[in-house]
């Protein structure tokens, strides 16, 4: 079944009704060769649409239903996946996926958000990616068994935002988060990450600490959600992509920022139309990135790292001499 189309995608729909149509009549050659001609023309709008989407088709693009999550990537990218549960203090979240692997026979350790499949109560299960402080604390508990036994860390980043509710208030979310920016920045191991769809605030940035930050094409990763952006600054959610214009949240606006590192293309159409190729793309950067930061000493990635972090948010400022006052010099 073809992955459900977005609102900015109705030209190929009807297309591709049209096709479908074509496709219950007796073929004939004639009739072949205009269903050939229609997917030429499918292929060819999908190629303009997806060279010029807004960033607010980014965002709907990186929140498709069907955008490939941590445990698909886990099944066509590590082998002997072995999963890790709890934090040790409170429970086991659902929403982050932490387990031991081998990626192309070298032992790593996976995290990841996991918002669920394509079933309502999987996406519960999984609370739509939404991560509770023991999801955090799980994930730290994870890396610093990685760091134990000199594992390399894979991180895949894909959540709306840390779960604001109530509980995950009293439980310390605030604290969990920060505790892992200040801790990945000092695990001697290699850090990659990957934002793969969506990375949404400080839920993001709490396992968005590494050496190389990997973006798939159409990813978004942004400190708010546009409609929160629009709420807050103008009290009009449905300013939404104005908001997410300004916010500036898509790969190639984060990589001229010196926010991430890469951008990983994506197949025609986004991840979710072809996730096995979609795989393949990313597998490609990924042992890259594995293989450069490998490669350095740990004194020497603790040291990039800390940099690299440190420079984000500079805006070029120039110092200027101060002039000497009045009746000096």
Same mark, same amino acid.
């Given at each position: 079944m073809p992955p459900e189309l977005l609102e900015f995608e109705e030209p190929i729909g009807i297309l591709l009704k049209e096709i479908e149509a074509l496709g219950l009549l007796p073929q004939t050659?004639?009739?072949?060769?205009?269903?050939?001609?229609?997917?030429?023309?499918?292929?060819?709008?999908?190629?303009?649409?997806?060279?010029?989407?807004?960033?607010?088709?980014?965002?709907?693009?990186?929140?498709?239903?069907?955008?490939?999550?941590?445990?698909?990537?886990v099944a066509r990218l590590f082998t002997n996946f072995a999963e890790l549960h709890g934090d040790r203090l409170f429970a086991d979240d659902h929403a982050i996926v932490c387990g031991l692997a081998e990626h192309h026979g070298t032992p790593v350790l996976v995290v990841g958000h996991q918002k669920g499949g394509g079933d309502t109560k999987e996406k519960i299960f999984r609370n739509f990616g939404y991560?509770?402080?023991?999801?955090?604390?799980?994930?730290?508990?994870?890396?610093?068994l990685a760091e134990k036994f000199h594992r390399p860390i894979v991180v895949l980043?894909?959540?709306? #935002?840390? &779960?604001?509710? %109530?509980?995950? /208030?009293e439980r310390g979310v605030?604290?969990?988060?920060?505790? !892992?920016?200040?801790e990945m920045a000092m695990l001697s191991v290699p850090i990659v990450v990957v934002v793969s769809g969506e990375g949404g605030s400080g839920g993001a940035l709490g396992l968005?600490?590494?050496?190389?930050?990997?973006?798939?094409?159409? #990813?978004? &990763?942004?400190? %708010?959600?546009? /409609?929160?952006?629009?709420?807050?600054?103008?009290?009009?959610? !449905?300013?939404?992509?104005?908001?997410?214009?300004?916010?500036?949240?898509?790969?190639?606006?984060l990589r001229d920022l010196g926010v991430i590192d890469e951008i990983v293309p994506e197949p025609e159409g986004g991840a979710h139309a072809d996730p096995? #190729?979609?795989?393949?793309?990313?597998?490609e950067a990924l042992t890259r990135a594995l293989e450069e930061v490998g490669r350095e000493?740990?004194?020497?990635r603790l040291d990039h790292r800390y940099n690299k972090f440190r420079r984000m948010g500079s805006v070029g400022l120039v110092e200027h001499d101060a002039e000497p006052a009045a009746g000096e010099g």
């Open positions: 050659p004639e009739r072949e060769q205009e269903i050939a001609e229609l997917r030429d023309r499918v292929g060819s709008i999908r190629r303009d649409l997806y060279a010029n989407l807004t960033p607010w088709q980014r965002v709907l693009v990186a929140r498709h239903p069907s955008r490939p999550n941590t445990l698909d990537y991560a509770k402080p023991e999801g955090y604390r799980k994930a730290l508990r994870a890396m610093r980043v894909d959540t709306p #935002a840390a &779960y604001p509710g %109530i509980e995950s /208030e605030a604290e969990a988060i920060a505790l !892992n920016l200040r968005a600490i590494g050496d190389r930050i990997l973006m798939q094409e159409h #990813a978004v &990763y942004s400190v %708010i959600p546009p /409609e929160g952006c629009a709420a807050i600054l103008w009290r009009d959610a !449905n300013r939404k992509m104005e908001a997410a214009a300004a916010l500036r949240i898509g790969a190639p606006d096995t #190729a979609a795989a393949s793309l990313l597998d000493s740990p004194d020497a």
